[in-house]
């Protein structure tokens, strides 16, 4: 570059003189310099008028302008960035392509929208699932399009730790998996699953357990029926009889337990069992289950205190509810040893409402706890023998709660007692009802 400066430095130097030397034989120097300078004027501005030419379009041509001289340099110059400037577009433009042809070839649907839902990519997939029309849809809201206030709530919410399940807005029978990553300025990139057919297969499922539970109930009935009265009849019996009609009592109350509890559960996973959403008083429920739970405890005298706050309405389902708090509050009393303490307290807070149910009773290791909503899990399967549980109880708890909007907290360690914690949001605590604050005052 140091050359070629010092090259044309040499070149305009030349063509001064040169012009100078020339006016001297015309008989004027100055008149030679000015007629060289108006020249050079006259051709820079020719080469000026060319690269405008061209860099109002670089792309007509292949070719920069050719020139010589620095117009020369300077054209060539731009010429290789230009073309440089070409080879990192085209590089660029192939990985987009692939990205998109990638992604238009996955069977997820994938949109990327704004900050406020305002779409801006997506590809055939979602088309496919979610029925968005490339021509019209660009820039519209996604609430438009999806019009689920499930997915709304989720969208907005920015805890997409857990996917959400919907339908398909433009096809019914399709079932979705939605999950939601944030990326750069706010942005959120949206994956639709297509998971119609572990819907139906879990639908199956639940069916299945259900269709049998109802099914051996009707049997199971008359088995009882039958036992309760040989039982009622067995004094003249022998003792071995007896101890056999008994112990078949005893299982078939346990079989019936059993099959109730499949038959709620399965209710509770359908949605079979809707939500009345009636004022229910917690404090009834509470003080009811607790003189259940004094006769389960019967000679194991377990001391059972209860403290309930004075906000004790919610809207729920009075009959899930009261599924929910006994079960917790028996499991309580069937784990702890005899003489153990139980305290259930009711409270409100800006959280919400809450049960809290606190024993001193065996308690559980931690490596258990995550798993201890589902069907059949025990922490140690050899003490349900004794207890006589059905191994449901604490998943009808959770179904019961994330049919309320809430969820259970379980704290414990072992020796050290348990804690459950049954969380019910604010928007679920009601005010008395009225004919209740009348009876206050009569
Ligand atoms: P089960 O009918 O066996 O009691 P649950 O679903 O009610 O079934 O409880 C699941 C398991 O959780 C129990 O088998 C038991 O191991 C454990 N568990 C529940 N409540 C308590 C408690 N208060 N203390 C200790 N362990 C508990």
């Known amino acids: 570059m140091q050359h070629n400066w010092t090259r044309h430095f040499r070149i305009i130097i030349g063509f001064v003189f040169a012009c100078a030397v020339a006016g ?52 060539d110059s731009l010429h290789r960035q230009h073309q440089k400037h070409l080879r990192s577009r085209d590089l660029l433009q192939t990985r987009i392509n692939r990205v998109q042809e990638s992604t238009n070839a996955m069977r997820d649907g994938v949109i990327m929208t704004n900050a406020d839902g305002a779409m801006e990519w997506w590809n055939w997939s979602a088309e496919y699932l979610l029925g968005f029309r490339r021509e019209t849809d660009r820039g519209q809201p996604i609430h438009n399009l999806i019009r689920s206030p499930s997915f709304k ?162 809207f729920g389902d009075e009959g899930q509810l009261r599924s929910a708090f006994s079960n917790i509050i028996f499991n309580a009393v069937k784990y702890t040893p005899a003489g153990g303490t139980i305290r259930i307290r009711w409270y409100t807070d800006k959280e919400g409402a809450h049960l809290a149910v606190k024993d001193s009773g065996i308690g559980i290791d931690m490596v258990h706890i995550p798993r201890l909503t589902e069907r059949f899990y025990r922490a140690d399967p050899s003490r349900h023998q004794q207890t006589g549980g059905t191994g449901l109880g604490l998943a009808i708890v959770k179904h019961v709660l994330l049919n309320h909007d809430g969820n259970l907290e379980i704290n414990s360690n072992p020796g050290e007692g348990s804690e459950f914690i049954c969380h019910l949001p604010r928007a679920r605590i009601a005010e008395a009802p009225i004919e209740t604050a009348q009876g206050i005052f009569d």
């Open 24 to 75: 001297w034989w015309l008989g004027s120097v100055l008149i030679g310099l000015c007629t060289g300078l108006a020249l050079y004027l006259a051709w820079t501005l020719v080469q000026t008028r060319r690269l405008h030419q061209w860099l109002a379009d670089p792309d007509a041509s292949d070719e920069a302008p050719g020139s010589v001289g620095l117009w020369g340099d300077l054209f």
């Open 153 to 314: 709530r989720y969208f907005d919410a920015r805890d997409y730790r857990e996917p959400l399940d919907i339908r398909s807005p433009a096809k019914p029978h399709i079932h979705l998996q939605i999950q939601i990553s944030l990326f750069g300025d706010d942005d959120r990139l949206i994956v639709a699953k297509d998971i119609t057919r572990l819907f139906q297969l879990e639908q199956m499922r639940r069916d299945f357990v259900s269709n049998v539970s109802h099914e051996m109930r009707t049997p199971l009935t008359v088995i009882s029926g039958y036992l309760e009265t040989l039982t009622d009849n067995a004094d003249d019996a022998p003792p071995r009889w007896q101890k056999a009609l008994n112990t078949m009592a005893q299982q078939a109350d346990r079989m019936e337990a059993l099959i109730t509890d499949l038959i709620l559960l399965a209710k509770l996973e359908t949605g079979e069992q809707q939500v009345n959403d009636n004022v229910t008083n917690v404090r009834t429920l509470i003080e009811q289950t607790c003189s259940d739970a004094r006769a389960l405890s019967g000679e194991a005298e377990h001391q059972i205190e209860t403290e309930i706050g004075p906000r004790h309405f919610v």
